[in-house]
């Protein structure tokens, strides 16, 4: 099974050396699963027919830190597309500037959440302490890596009194402006395009 670090955040995705190996895995755990709520009946997903796309591109959100070679592959990609006959449309997606900074509050404030069960006693890796404070402390220290930890601590600081609202009710307005941004998008075109990831795929 997999453990929820951040529950409204988490996708579970393969990495893969090809891209047939990641569509195997992909039919392997696609579908509805009556006891997962974040998956959705396959009659609640509306197949799309059209012929020819409108397709977004927000260009002023990928001027910032995008290796040139994953810049370069992604023009590249949007030109095929062009080629093809899609619509290529320039796009505004502003608030997507504060994604980075809201996500490194609404994550560690869920792992915090999430992870809080894990104290040795109920739930988790159990070390033997000299009282239940200890048992927690050393449960937690042997079970918990260091990013893990520094997470919870984190997460516990931005949901504390007197932070919560400095932090993580900014954190979660600017989740709301980022929906409705891509939503008024959806509007306008059928699919939003950007590169995967900033940089080349790490070494296997």
Do not use: C, W
Request: glycine content about 8%; proline content about 5%; overall charge neutral.
């Amino acid at each position: 099974g997999l453990m929820a670090m951040g529950s409204s955040l988490d996708v579970i995705g393969p990495l893969t050396k090809t891209v047939d190996d990641a569509e195997s895995m992909f039919e392997a755990m696609r579908g509805h699963d009556p006891m997962d709520s974040t998956t959705l009946p396959d009659n609640m997903k509306t197949p799309n027919t059209k012929e020819k796309y409108t397709i977004g591109v927000p260009r002023t959100f990928l001027n910032d830190g995008i290796d040139k070679d994953v810049m370069d592959a992604f023009e590249s990609g949007i030109k095929t597309l062009a080629n093809a006959g899609h619509e290529i449309v320039d796009i505004e997606l502003d608030a997507l500037r504060h994604a980075l900074p809201g996500y490194y509050i609404i994550m560690p404030a869920e792992v915090a959440a999430n992870l809080a069960r894990f104290d040795g006693i109920r739930y988790g890796l159990h070390v033997d302490g000299k009282d239940r404070i200890d048992v927690y402390r050393q449960s937690r220290g042997a079970g918990f890596g260091e990013e893990v930890r520094r997470r919870i601590f984190l997460g516990n600081y931005v949901l504390s009194s007197g932070y919560y609202d400095a932090f993580y009710g900014k954190a979660m307005k600017a989740r709301k402006r980022i929906q409705r941004d891509v939503k008024e998008a959806f509007k306008k075109v059928d699919a939003i395009a950007t590169p995967t990831a900033p940089s080349p795929a790490f070494t296997i």
